[in-house]
């Protein structure tokens, strides 16, 4: 069993940043002009010794941090107001004058240390795992590539521009397409089908422009895997997100475990829902609403009660836990509610050089909004458990393991949700309702995972190939029991809805995998709890310094995602749905 790297003390909740050893304390990122010199001296270097390397690496990964902060608090308070011109431009010149500049001096130095004679005197245990991704990214660096990034990113800041404006009016109350859906839990039917109506109605108003965004989007990822000398984006992308585990092979297979085991139970789900309403026929804005006819759960009203609330679920179940978002609402780093021009979605966006992250997103209060906040305080926890590892490469593990530290703490809080639940009923439903989500993770997953491997593989599809496709995969995942009647002209364009498509393409397989080892931490955590919170700790804090394999080892699980696995797990998410 590997060891964490990490003792927990108070420093680690600490809201000061580590000293700098390399760059002038005062140091801020203003233009290309004043970096560049660190990266000239950094690539004139000369490096006499093993021990002069790795302080060469410990200073690289300084300027590194640095620049990474500056660059995260840009998209911070432009996704906060999308339309705060000064906002978006100030991220657009990060990107498109200092990035680009950048990568030629990454690469040179990735160079410079591979062919280093003392790279063999480095500690080969410490810094496999980043001598590892180095390489690989050796490997598909191509220096025409950088202007592709450049353009690439500033479209999908067109994304989240277009998407953060989608406003629609319901009963004279102008509202976010979050806030919209939150009447998807109505329990008046009508009320259900006007908001989920209007919902579609005003995504398909921008419909024709995202697609065509998507198009060229595909266009230039497809040309920035050809320059790299891949046969395809999904094969370059597989490379660039460090997939050393697993093959599309093995994505294709999980995605059969899926349909075979999980998809099955939903439909149980779907007909029981049906059964529950009374209704002869479930329609799309039949699928929120509790099946019970109660009215939706709000269990708080504004962001500072989801928060302090949260703060005092993670403070009963580990206090550790709750210092590390007591230590950001202290520092200011949480955006909670949802407003217009605010962007989409939600994340924890991890500051390297103070390693105390930030929390976005767009609470409504409903129950999901409860589980975004679990979710991104998983990762928060993560980014404080890794906040001391001396290089930034290691605080920054693949998603199959950053999601499994967010989606474990949505199912090992469960038993401190009376904070956000004083009725037992209420309680039990809102457990069963989140149960039930996580099992319909699975589906949806595939869904959008088998969808990038076609559009990726199939590079010059026609607009109309790629709606067909998709309702295919839709049809063969999702809602196999609900009629879509009268509304076959909007299931073409769901995808829209789906930001990863656009911004962080190939990230989202990651989701099922890690939902499988959330299952398997839940459960060895319903066995014993201190130990099995224990390992999860453990797990987390060894960062990237240690294979995917390795990480779930260490939190006592299996990196195993296969139907028989997939179906035991499910099985038992399954049976303690009917505990309830």
Known sequence: MLSSPLEISADVTSPNRPAR????EAFTVTDWATIEPYFIELRDRAVGSGAALEQWLLDRSELEAVLSEDLAWRYIRMTCDTQDAARAEAFQYFVSEIEPKVAPYDHALNEKLVASPYAGELDQQKYRIFLRSVRRALEIYREQNIPLKTEISTKQQEYAATVGAMTVTLDGEEMTLQRAADRLKDTDRAKREQAWQAIQDRRVQDAQ???????QLIGLRDQMARNADFSNFRDYMFAALGRFDYTPEDCFAFHRAIRETVVPLIDE????????LALPELRPWDLDVDPSGKAPMRPFETGQELLEKTITVFQRLDPFLGDCLTTMRDMGHLDLESRKGKAPGGYNYPLDETGVPFIFMNATSSLRDVITMLHEGGHAVHSFLTRRLPMGADKHPPSEV??????????????????FFTDADELRRAKKTHLESVLETFPWVA?????????????????????????????EFNQRTVSWKGLEGYKPWLWQKQLHLYEVPFYYIEYAMAQLGAIAVWRNFRLDPQAGLEAYKRALALGYTATIGEIYQAAGIRFDFSTDYLRTLADFVHAEM???
């Open 578 to 580: 009917a505990q309830l």
């Open 447 to 475: 869904t959008i995972d088998k969808f990038q491997h076609w559009v990726y593989e199939n590079p010059a599809h026609t607009s109309e190939q790629r709606q067909q496709r998709w309702t295919e995969i839709f049809d």
């Open 21 to 24: 050893h390399y760059l002038p």
């Open 269 to 276: 789900l779907d007909l029981e829902r049906r059964q529950d």
């Open 402 to 419: 950053a999601e499994l530290a967010s989606m474990s703490m949505e199912l090992i809080s469960m038993d401190y949700w009376d904070v």
């Open 209 to 215: 422009k995202l697609d065509l965004l998507f198009t």
